[in-house]
């Protein structure tokens, strides 16, 4: 981590509801809950896998559980290397600039490079696959050529300068030029490449027809409630139905019926708002909304692309009040609402325009995870909001899963059917182990008549889920990230990456105390840094009730705590993390459906002194399989505050295992496998992010040469990249 902003660790919740209720709903019983839920959930996922309905026909093979995680685990280490167990190998494929067209020159990665929307753009994150059989058609079987669909989040950048991108490391200051602010527009959204194994080898097609990518000026619809409203009108859509662009997208999901969805993370910081603009607006409820997604008047742009020039694709990225009208078709002042969705793409056909899916509500989005799909049930996705102090959600669609449409003819029409129309429910976490999903309904009546915020209708519910969550009193978490779904059982694993606001005696409104779900507060020394709060995070999992995926209560536990694995087993290292699984940082987490192996991913800056980014494999237990545990902390006036939370069964050597660390200050993410489970793809992200502007000229300076260092493309320049990891006896990965 540099000593720069980090645009990663937003905070704009202050909010005055606590992080968790202090008014308990009436105790259910945890232990009755658990069993009832245990027979029907279980019954009716079983019935749903056996028509083969997951994951758009991927089969759950079973690898009994004594074969799986039989490699050594690897050290934790600062190597400039990607480091993989005996008996692997990790190859890199695709990284930044690589050419996505025949006509597309080689990336010489010297700062000259142009045409980057015919190339693999930066910071590739959340990833999924999209098989093809040998005549090109889309396969859920194939296992030798697909589509790779991966997220381009952001840029390693200081001082609004992506300074790889530029030659002499780019201009700093205001105005930014055109050709510097064209090439990083374009490196942002997303990517498809095509990929195939051609004897024994796998490596991208340059001259695929799938390639293509979408970036932050691609035309893109507005699906859902929020359609058309008010809220979404601007000088691009006087009708409020498009918007350009997606931006700074993060985790990924694949939808049963075979689409990606990608979620668009922290997109707030992109955009500018002058000194005045709170008046401008006249203080009316639009200011409420913009602070309350982390843009204060006179907030200075991550980039300054709104200094770009005077055409509108760079006038875009200032959210000012600058027109005239009175609905803002003449403007960008409500540019910041067509931001913040999960949107979904149809990976194998370019052509159809991407839909953002409103009804999932808009936040700071993470992974969308499905529930196992159930015949004859709603589908439900769980998803998080990355921002300290923000909460999980859960969207549970009005129409009832029909297993023929695993199979769609347009993937983008079976969208419509399933995420355009839906209840949305935040989380609450009792201390009890129980929680609630609050529906975030205009018809609730603590939303429609919420004082801090006047809601006008569903699509501003929608527009605006932040404050609807707000409203209903949902439990602030520990920055949400990905959200698994395990396929075995259908329990919900979410990571919980850290939280530097936690504080036993809260200074601020944007401080929290422990709480049951996020019940740590400790310092870890980083060399001589005290890092205080939740610095090293926790993976929370949580089981439905009785009703599946519409269920309204669940109960939850804590899977593991991170922690280095000499820290205090009484407070800390609460889940006896041992040096071949310690870790710090949860991000990714993603469940293999071929081995049912839960792979977690970090993305961490607080162990980094020991360790560089890592990947571990696990074979999680379940809800319930630990035990409460109550820790005390000593307030400022000497009384005690008393934490109950629920620490799952600790990991054991074959439960829980490293199995890969990455190059210098990067971190892994994003995952996905061919469906034979024998080649997995990741993505090292921001190699060498530590590195300084000034130092562009002297390759010696970076902190990291990765992939270059590895044999893969021209220039020292570190580059994000996509690895493939096979095992050299030709096995399943992670077995
Ligand atoms: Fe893009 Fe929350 O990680
Ligand atoms: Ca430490
Ligand atoms: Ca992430
Ligand atoms: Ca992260």
Redesign the pocket.
Do not use: G
């Given at each position: 981590m540099t000593d720069q902003i980090d645009f990663n660790d937003e905070n704009s919740n202050t909010s005055a509801n606590p992080s968790f209720d202090s008014v308990l709903q009436a105790r259910l019983s945890r232990r009755g809950l658990l069993r009832g839920s245990v027979g029907s959930v279980g019954t009716a996922m079983l019935g749903g896998l056996g028509v083969a309905a997951c994951g758009g026909g991927d089969v759950v093979a079973a690898v009994p559980a004594a074969t799986l995680l039989g490699f050594s685990a690897v050290a934790k280490s600062l190597a400039d290397v990607v480091t993989v167990p005996a008996g692997y190998t990790a190859s890199v494929i695709y990284a930044l600039g690589d050419p996505l067209t025949a006509s597309t020159p080689a990336y010489k990665n010297d700062g000259t490079d142009t045409d980057f929307e015919n190339r693999a753009g930066d910071h590739h994150d959340g990833m999924e696959w999209f098989g093809l059989d040998a005549s090109g058609k889309p396969s859920t079987s194939a296992t030798e050529r697909g589509l790779l669909a991966m997220n381009h989040e952001a840029t390693t950048d200081e001082t609004r300068s992506s300074f790889f991108l530029h030659a002499n490391g780019g201009t700093a200051t205001l105005p930014r030029p055109a050709v510097e602010v064209d090439k990083e527009i374009a490196i942002h959204g997303i990517s498809v490449v095509e990929v195939k194994k051609t004897s024994g080898k796998w490596a991208t097609v340059q001259s695929s027809a799938f390639n293509f990518r979408l970036t932050c000026l691609s035309d893109i619809e507005i699906a859902g409630p929020a359609r058309g409203n008010a809220l979404l009108v601007t000088k691009y859509s006087t009708n409020g139905t498009r918007t350009r662009g997606t931006l700074n997208n993060c985790g990924t999901g694949k939808t049963p019926w075979g689409s990606f969805l990608t979620g668009e993370e922290n997109w707030a910081g992109y955009f500018f708002r002058s000194a005045t603009d709170d008046t401008a607006h006249n203080n009316d409820k639009s200011v409420t909304a913009l602070k309350r997604y982390g843009r204060n008047q006179g907030a200075a742009s991550r980039h300054g692309w709104e200094t770009g020039g005077s055409a509108d694709k760079y006038l875009r990225w200032n959210n000012s009040k600058t027109g005239i009208s009175s609905d803002g078709s003449d403007d960008y002042r409500n540019e910041l609402n067509t931001m913040g969705y999960i949107v979904e793409v149809d990976a194998y056909d370019k052509t159809r325009t991407a839909k953002k899916r409103t009804a999932m509500g808009r936040y700071a989005h993470e992974s969308a995870s499905f529930g196992v799909p159930v015949v004859g049930k709603p589908l439900a996705v769980y998803m998080g909001d990355d921002a300290r102090n923000e909460y999980i959600y859960k969207f549970v669609s009005t129409a009832n899963w029909d297993a023929t449409d695993a199979s769609p003819i347009s993937a983008m029409a079976t969208g419509d059917k399933y995420l355009d129309s839906g209840k949305l429910y935040v989380a609450r976490y009792n201390n009890d182990g129980t929680g609630l999903w609050l529906e975030l309904s205009i018809s609730n009546a603590t939303i429609a008549g919420y004082t801090g915020y006047a809601f006008a209708s569903q699509a501003d519910v929608c527009v605006n889920a932040r404050i609807a969550a707000d409203a209903v009193g949902a439990t602030k978490m520990d920055r949400p990230e990905w959200c698994g779904v395990n396929p075995a059982n259908g329990e919900i694993y979410f990571t919980l990456t850290n939280n530097s606001n936690r504080r036993v005696d809260p200074a601020s409104s944007s401080q929290l105390a422990p709480d049951s779900a996020n019940p740590r507060f400790y310092t870890?020394?980083?060399g001589t840094t005290t890092q205080s709060g939740n610095p090293n995070g926790h993976i929370l999992r949580m089981k439905e009730g009785a009703a599946g995926s519409a269920a309204t209560s669940f109960t939850w536990d804590v899977y593991a705590f991170g922690a280095?694995s000499d820290a205090d087993a009484t407070k800390v290292n609460l889940s006896n993390l041992t040096v071949d699984q310690d870790f710090s940082s949860p991000d990714g987490l993603v469940f293999s459906p071929y081995t049912g192996i839960m792979w977690i991913q970090t993305d961490d800056g607080?162990?980094t002194?020991v360790t560089n980014c890592m990947m571990l494999a696990a074979q999680p237990g379940q809800v319930g399989d630990g035990g409460k545990k109550t820790l005390s902390y000593t307030k400022a006036d000497n009384s005690t505050l008393s934490v109950d939370t629920y620490v799952g069964k600790a990991p054991t050597a074959n439960t829980l295992k490293r199995f890969l660390v990455g190059p210098k200050d990067c971190e892994i993410t994003g995952l996905c496998e061919s469906p034979d489970g024998k080649a997995m793809f990741i993505n090292i992200q921001h190699p060498g992010e530590g590195t300084r502007m000034a130092d562009i000229a002297d390759p010696t300076k970076y902190t990291s040469q990765w992939p270059s260092n590895a044999g893969y493309g021209a220039g020292q320049r570190p580059r994000t990249a996509t690895i493939v990891i096979t095992k050299n006896d030709g096995g399943k990965i992670g077995t």
């Open positions: 870890d020394m980083k280095q607080a162990y002194d």
